[in-house]
């Protein structure tokens, strides 16, 4: 393999028609330069330089060489440059993805930071649930992913991947205005057994929670709408057509909607969900960003 600093050298010579004026220009003495051309000649197995007592000169293979090492090096300046500019965060890429009621009130303030702190990085974001984030970050589609899980749920494949607690909250019951109650106490999930609920999409996997904690406190929910947002699940409780569990970070004030915590709840871990290797510096400051806002939300 060709050495850079030995084609520099040679360049050097190709300039200045001299070792002696090639050292000088490299700062170097010109023993140390005619040594780093006679290595350069035995790596390549080609004479390079005619050498004289007064003078040197190019061979053909020489000045071959020395024409298309000035590319080379332009070239290899061009890509010191350029992982510079990723390792000090002036260039590159970070490819986001998120579940849609983390995406607003997580997601979004820490990229604008992020934006505001490096606008030299290309920014990306698609709207994911775990389920597609999880395999989609071990893959290389995303260089990070905001999942979540729920403690009573089978956790995912996750081999190849680390996961950082970002955030711990509770499912709370909504209650819609003919459920309304004044206790604040833990409800009971089986007094509402006989409720038409409204849950989100799907009835597996990830998104199965009203019907596996249902079970867990004795029933088997009747849903009667579904939805694919928390957003439209919460509209519905609040036009009366049922409860539902949300968890605590889409519960925000709604006229109509009453919140109580219950004694069958469960928690959902907020997770940083990278691959296991050693991230890249676009990837360390986006999760030192996540966590000193998640830091000042705890407070």
């Given amino acids: 393999m060709l050495?850079?600093?030995?084609?520099?050298?040679?360049?050097?010579?190709?300039?200045?028609?001299?070792?002696?004026?090639?050292?000088?220009?490299?700062?170097c003495t010109a023993?140390?330069?005619?040594q780093q051309i006679s290595t350069l000649e035995r790596t390549l197995g080609a004479s390079l330089l005619e050498r004289s007592p007064r003078s040197v000169r190019l061979t053909e293979a020489g000045r071959v060489l020395a024409e298309r090492a000035d590319r080379v090096l332009v070239e290899i300046a061009s890509a010191e440059r350029a992982v510079a500019d990723v390792a000090e965060l002036r260039d590159g890429r970070l490819r986001v993805a998120a579940f849609s009621s983390a995406a607003g009130t997580l997601v979004v303030p820490a990229l604008r930071t992020f934006r505001q702190r490096f606008p030299g990085i290309e920014l990306s974001f698609v709207e994911v649930e775990p389920e597609d984030a999880v395999p989609a970050v071990a893959a290389g589609e995303f260089d990070l992913a905001i999942t979540h899980q729920y403690r009573q749920l089978p956790r995912p494949e996750i081999s190849g991947l680390r996961q950082f607690l970002l955030h711990s909250e509770d499912l709370l019951l909504a209650l819609p205005p003919r459920l309304h109650s004044p206790d604040r106490s833990p409800a009971r999930l089986e007094e509402f057994a006989d409720a038409t609920w409204i849950s989100t999409l799907m009835p597996v996997g990830f998104q199965a929670l009203t019907?596996?904690?249902c079970r867990a406190a004795g029933f088997e929910p009747r849903i009667g709408f579904r939805a694919d947002t928390y957003d439209l699940v919460l509209a519905f409780v609040a036009a009366d057509f049922g409860p539902a569990l949300v968890p605590e970070l889409v519960a925000q004030p709604r006229a109509g909607v009453t919140y109580r915590p219950f004694v069958e709840s469960t928690q959902r871990d907020i997770h940083i969900t990278v691959r296991d290797v050693e991230p890249s510096p676009a990837v360390a400051a986006m999760i030192d960003i996540f966590r000193t806002r998640q830091g000042r939300l705890r407070r």
């Fill in 31 to 34: 023993s140390a330069a005619s």
């Fill in 211 to 213: 019907e596996l904690v």
């Fill in 3 to 27: 050495d850079p600093q030995k084609l520099r050298v040679l360049r050097e010579v190709a300039r200045s028609g001299s070792i002696a004026g090639a050292a000088d220009a490299l700062g």
